[in-house]
């Protein structure tokens, strides 16, 4: 294989449409732990039930990055191999990917790996492997496809809508004071992924179609202009419908995919949160 596209599963695509010719794609899993049961982060694991489990379970739940040896895997099977990894300010599966790239380069030092720290998660790493997607089908090189690259994923970004931050406070994701404004009742929280890849509150909600707006005015004051727009969601289709229908009207987003999300962001996003990753 002369390409790979690699993704962790903070990112919720499980197959890219319209692979590059000579091009293979992989999800690399994240494992979530809840008591003493463990599920990775797969295809096939039911995310509803998930959710499920986490809202019964009254213990200490968490989370796990794949090993280097996920990323070697995936790196020794192609000439040219990219990572998209979940932010390396909350995650360890960057420093995993890093390390996999040493021990492969060590091996095979012919072999090209860009690692990209996403500073982010789901929807903005799904925008990021179609951008890869597109830079080999149109034949660049590895160092051109780096450097174009790199100009890309300056203009994406990412909002969240989440009603709860409980896994993301008890993971020690967020500080405690963030989690004490989500913990009031019927608040939603409308944030961004920041630039040093953590997460930023705009603003504090009440109600849902509030929460719409929020996003919608983040998005606008971003200087966007008909980028794509794709959204995740953790067990909440209709609301994933009903925003993209406001983007669509509000912004003329001209393309917007809607997806289920990973368990991984089901399981930080909580039920019914929602990721908007979107192009500038
Ligand atoms: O290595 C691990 O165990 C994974 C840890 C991941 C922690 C953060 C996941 C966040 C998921 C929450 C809303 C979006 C936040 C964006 C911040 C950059 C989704």
């Known amino acids: 294989m002369k390409w790979k596209i690699a993704v962790d599963s903070g990112c919720e695509l499980r197959k890219l449409n319209g692979l590059a010719l000579d091009t293979g794609f992989t999800n690399v899993p ?4 809840i008591g003493d049961e463990d599920f990775t982060d797969t295809e096939d694991l039911n995310t509803a039930m998930l959710l499920q489990k986490i809202s019964e379970y ?5 989370t796990a990055c794949p090993s280097p040896d996920a990323w070697y895997n ?3 099977e192609a000439d040219f191999s990219v990572a998209i990894t979940i932010t390396g300010s909350l995650s360890g599966s960057y420093n995993s990917a ?3 790239k ?7 030092p012919d072999k090209k790996i860009l690692i990209v720290n996403s500073l982010s998660t789901g929807p903005e790493m799904t925008l990021c492997a179609y951008k890869i997607n597109e830079l080999i089908n149109e034949g660049n090189n590895f160092d051109d496809l780096c450097e174009k690259f790199a100009e890309y994923n300056k203009n994406s970004h990412l909002l969240f809508l989440l009603k709860s931050f409980d896994n993301l406070a008890k993971t020690g994701r967020v500080s405690k004071a963030v989690a004490k404004i989500a913990g009031v009742m019927h608040i939603q929280i409308v944030g961004k992924a920041s630039d040093e890849g953590t997460l930023e509150i705009l603003q504090k909600c009440r109600g849902t179609a509030k929460s719409y707006d929020a996003i919608i005015e983040g998005i606008k004051n971003s200087n966007y202009k ?7 969601h953790a067990q909440n289709e209709n609301g994933a419908k009903i925003l993209k229908q406001k983007l669509m009207d509000e912004l003329g987003a001209k393309l917007v995919s809607i997806l289920p999300a990973s368990g991984l962001c089901c399981f930080y996003a909580e039920e019914g949160g929602l990721l908007v990753g979107y192009e500038a």
């Open 226 to 232: 008909n980028g794509k727009i794709a959204i995740c």
């Open 30 to 33: 994240l494992k979530i732990i």
């Open 74 to 76: 995936e790196f020794v």
């Open 58 to 62: 009254k213990g200490a739940s968490s």
């Open 102 to 108: 040493d021990m492969v380069l060590e091996e095979y």
């Open 98 to 100: 890093m390390v996999a």
